[in-house]
């Protein structure tokens, strides 16, 4: 049987579930055709969404058509959770765009096109709502091929044969010449040129009267192939949920081979390097809220993967890479407001949790400001995040009035240095800033060949780069559109750490943001407006007031179309303004359209108050060392304190002087080599990386001012594994009943013998001081979330429902097995064969006890030891000649002899 993923995308109210629904009922998937209205739609599973009569969230529903299995993906339509709709577009085979009949195509139906565009999904158009008075099939048709192209062509059951024969022809070179010679395009070809985004078939029906839904459903039967999938494993991450017991779900497309249940699956970074190893604990096909639980999910299969904690969406699984960054982000930037006696580091760890699962919100910690951020799509959005963590965290919070996001760009090339160089620390790196095209992003490189620099210094810089958003210089705003390559850099043989490349990395990049002269950006609308043609003077007159362009108005009919780009601060509230003067006539849509440089950056730099040489967590300088103590540099004279000179032969060029230009006039700029706060500067960056300062006698000089330096033998080295953490799991109930004097009393109390297992083990960690993890088993309570807590000094696990102890033992040693040393106790044999194959260390519940009483026998002696060390007696601190004067008077000898 063929098998394909469809997805439906609309603009919000097109009635893309209600096509959902008929599609399902259709099949007979469905014994009863749900509706939207009515708050029983099959695929509008949560209350949310039922309340709202929106999608909120996607959802797949698994039906067949013959000889096709499809795997139906119902996505949001609302603007609003458009990153949701997004993710979904990666594991997608084939699309359906539902367009209103009675609305025509709308803003946001144009962006699902593009996006479709970019992903090269093909597409499936249905027309819906033609029961309705006024639509017009012709016109409808028309209006598609003039803003899609002359390649939608009507599939529908009454269409001209010999007139689609011809539009099929028209849409490639050759199906047009074998037109021409008289030979018409078969099925296969014509599948093949919509596979190939060259034929987008139309379709015009009314879904919630069932009216062209079978004719839709025959022609993605007749017209679409199972796509070829490779022998080996690979998948596509595109989502991250939890179930209603919290379990971690990860939702992912089989694109190679098969995936089987408790089979090991490698957890790669963004940058394609293997951080872990994770088991699939279950397999399922959800289809609406039920689900099947599946030994094997094989290609081109949607399910969701318990067990895997390292997974992220867009990742890729196996044989598949991982997505690029998503088109749609959020523009707008919130503070939340906790409530009263609310802890916000509590919150922020949930609120990351939340992350996850909807990655745009982009929770940050202001450390300086004490405030938690996040960035959301709108009001609608705001209202449902509000709900979610009130329902699944148990607090109410607010979010204040949302800001505009704002971002930084250069204008010239320019080269950063960054040195750290705290006592017994070393790191330099000098990177290469170059301004890219709008819309390029971040582009990370290396320029130094392993010979200059070690390669792993080199991955690790990168990851730097990587691993985080660099603020800029002006607001404080993420940086974007620039390359930033490696030119050069340094380690230290014995005292370079990771800690220092971190830190010499982000001094390079906010040093050469300072040489290069910064811009600020704005994030600009893509709008078409629709005007009664009276109001389109005022129309104009507004887009130009808010700093915006526009091409010449077009006319249709009694209506004015504008289409132009325009600010998104200044297009806030305008939507309430065009309704009240075209008195409800008048219509909007607006789309992302990018960043571009800010019109009104003078004022918002100084509103923003931004300072970059007052932000000590993004500091611009560099720590140099000399007689031992190490001191601030500022940004403008690295460069005369550097150890590796690059080569770069713009230096000169980007300096500019002072380099004060790559900051407004009115910006302060620190020029001394040091000043008031640096050593405050020093001991807080060093404690922040490195923990508290512990001071040695012993001092190395490595450079002088003079220029005498012992860093001349500084070359690459590999960092040294530190030393690996002491780990011990127990298995409770195994320990209670192989040891005979638990056993005993578990028969009259179990929780007796587990209290007493807990009191011996927190006695052994005290003496021992490893990391103690005792697991008992609580599989077979219903709806167990599980728990962990502590007790003195070990750690106490329940596992959660459907877990074994032994199951979250081999889960743990395999996630931590490699890093740390860890020993299982337990006295199953199976297990402890588990348990040596990920690495861990076995040791029986008789050798646990052999170690308990060794330790309980050397804990006595070491008592007694010391009880006999500090026993004083009368005579001990006399002088000699005192005590023995004592001592003769004691034994009643006369002091005369």
């Known amino acids: 049987m063929r098998r394909i993923v469809l997805g439906i995308l609309a603009h919000a109210d097109a009635g893309k579930t209600t096509l959902s629904e008929s599609m399902l009922y259709i099949s007979g998937a469905l014994r009863r055709m749900g509706r939207v209205d009515h708050k029983d739609a099959f695929l509008d599973t949560y209350e949310m969404e039922k309340e709202r009569g929106i999608t909120i969230f996607s959802k797949q529903a698994v039906f067949s058509f013959g000889e096709l299995e499809i795997t139906l993906m119902d996505t949001p339509g609302h603007v609003d959770f458009s990153a949701e709709m997004e993710r979904t577009l990666q594991v997608l085979d084939y699309a359906v765009l539902v367009v209103s009949g009675a609305d025509g195509i709308q803003g946001h139906t144009e962006t699902l096109w593009g996006l479709l565009a970019r992903y090269e999904i093909p597409v499936f158009l249905f027309i819906n709502k033609m029961d309705q008075e006024g639509t017009d099939q012709e016109r409808l048709l028309k209006e598609l091929q003039d803003r899609f192209g002359g390649e939608c062509v009507d599939f529908g059951p009454e269409r001209d044969m010999e007139e689609f024969r011809e539009q099929i022809a028209m849409c490639d070179e050759e199906p047009l010449e074998r037109y021409l010679a008289g030979r018409h395009a078969d099925e296969e070809e014509i599948a093949g040129l919509i596979r190939e985004r060259k034929v987008y078939p139309c379709f015009f029906g009314s879904a919630l ?3 062209g839904v079978e004719e839709l459903l025959d022609g993605i039967a007749q017209y679409t192939r199972h796509p070829a999938c490779p022998e080996a494993f690979g998948a596509k991450v595109y989502k ?12 992912m497309k089989i694109t190679g081979g098969s ?21 699939a604990d279950q397999i399922r096909i959800y289809s609406g809220t039920r689900y099947e639980a599946v030994e094997e999910a094989e290609a081109g299969m949607v399910c969701a993967v318990t067990g895997l904690a390292g997974t992220y969406p867009g990742q890729g699984l196996g044989t598949e890479s ?9 523009v707008l930037n919130y503070r939340v407001v906790l409530p009263d006696g609310a802890d916000a580091h509590t919150i922020l760890a949930n609120l990351k949790q939340l992350e996850e699962e909807e990655p745009e919100l982009h929770i940050v910690w202001n450390e300086r400001l004490g405030e938690i ?14 709900r979610i963590i009130e329902e699944r965290f148990g607090v109410s919070v607010q979010f204040d009035t949302g800001q505009v996001v704002y971002k930084e760009t250069i204008q010239r090339p320019a080269e950063g240095i960054g040195h750290f160089e705290p006592l017994r620390h070393y790191a330099e790196v000098h990177l290469l800033l170059e301004p890219l095209e709008e819309g390029s992003g971040l582009v990370f490189d290396s320029a130094v060949g392993e010979d200059e620099l070690d390669g792993n210094w080199q991955r690790l810089i990168l990851t730097h780069l990587e691993e985080r958003e660099h603020p800029g210089v002006l607001t404080g705003s993420a940086i974007t559109d620039m390359k930033i390559t490696l030119i050069a850099g340094k380690g230290h043989l014995k005292h370079t750490e990771g800690g220092d490349f971190r830190q010499a990395t982000y ?31 005022r129309a104009m ?6 700093n915006g362009d526009f091409e010449a108005p077009q006319t249709q009919g009694d209506m004015s179309v504008l289409t132009g780009n325009v600010p998104v601060a200044s297009m806030q509230g305008y939507q309430t303004e065009l309704n009240a003067y075209t008195r409800g006539r008048g219509r909007i849509s607006c789309m992302p359209g990018g960043y571009h440089p800010c019109k009104d950056a003078e004022e918002i730099i100084e509103v923003t108050g931004y300072d970059s040489e007052k932000d000590l967590e993004n500091p611009t300088g560099s720590v140099f060392c000399a007689h031992g103590a190490g001191f601030v540099v500022s940004w403008d004279k690295v460069e005369e304190y550097m150890h590796v000179d690059s080569g770069w032969q713009g230096r000169n060029r980007d300096a500019g002087g002072s380099g004060s230009e790559a900051v407004p006039a009115n910006m302060p700029v620190h020029t001394g080599s040091s000043s008031a706060y640096s050593e405050k500067e020093l001991e807080e960056i060093f404690e922040r990386t490195y923990g508290p300062v512990k001071r040695k006698k012993t001092m190395e000089r490595r450079r002088t001012e003079g220029g005498s330096v012992s860093v001349a033998e500084y070359r690459p080295q590999k960092k040294r594994r530190e030393q690996a953490e002491e780990y011990l799991l127990v298995d409770g109930y195994n320990i209670i009943f192989a040891w005979e004097e638990l056993k005993e009393l578990a028969k009259v109390n179990i929780m007796s013998a587990r209290d007493r297992l807990m009191d011996i083990m927190s006695n052994y960690q005290g003496f021992r001081k490893m990391t103690l993890i005792l697991v008992f088993d609580a599989y077979k309570v219903e709806g167990n979330p599980g728990s962990v807590s502590t007790y003195h000094n070990i750690y106490i696990v329940y596992t959660k429902e459907a877990e074994t102890a032994d199951q979250y033992i081999e889960k743990t040693v395999h996630r931590i097995g490699r890093k740390h040393n860890v020993t299982v106790a337990t006295s199953d044999a199976l297990e402890q064969v588990i348990i ?8 029986s519940a008789q050798g646990l006890r052999e170690e308990v009483e060794l330790a309980m026998q050397e804990l006595r002696e070491e008592h007694l030891k010391e009880s006999r060390s500090t026993r004083s007696y009368l005579f001990d601190n006399l002088p000699d000649e005192l005590a023995d004067y004592m001592e003769d008077m004691r034994m009643g000898k006369d002091s005369a002899d």
Do not use: C, N, W
Not at 240 to 251: F, N
Not at 322 to 330: F, G, I, K, T, Y
């Open 322 to 330: 991982a997505s690029d960054m998503p088109v749609l982000e959020p």
């Open 507 to 537: 001094r390079a990049v906010r040093q050469g943001l300072k040489r290069a002269g910064s811009i600020l950006l704005e994030p600009y609308y893509k709008f078409r407006m629709e005007v009664p043609a009276e109001s389109v003077g």
């Open 836 to 843: 040596l194959g990920q690495g861990g260390r076995r040791l």
């Open 373 to 386: 951020h996040a960035k959301l799509m709108g009001e609608v959005q705001i209202g449902i995040i509000k």
């Open 541 to 546: 007159s507004d887009i130009q007031r808010m």
């Open 240 to 251: 991250i949920a939890r179930d209603r017991q919290g379990s971690r779900l990860t939702y």
């Open 259 to 279: 995936l089987k249940v408790k089979e090991a699956i490698e957890i790669r970074d963004r940058e394609g390097r293997m951080t872990a190893r994770e088991k």
């Open 209 to 211: 009267k069932l009216s």
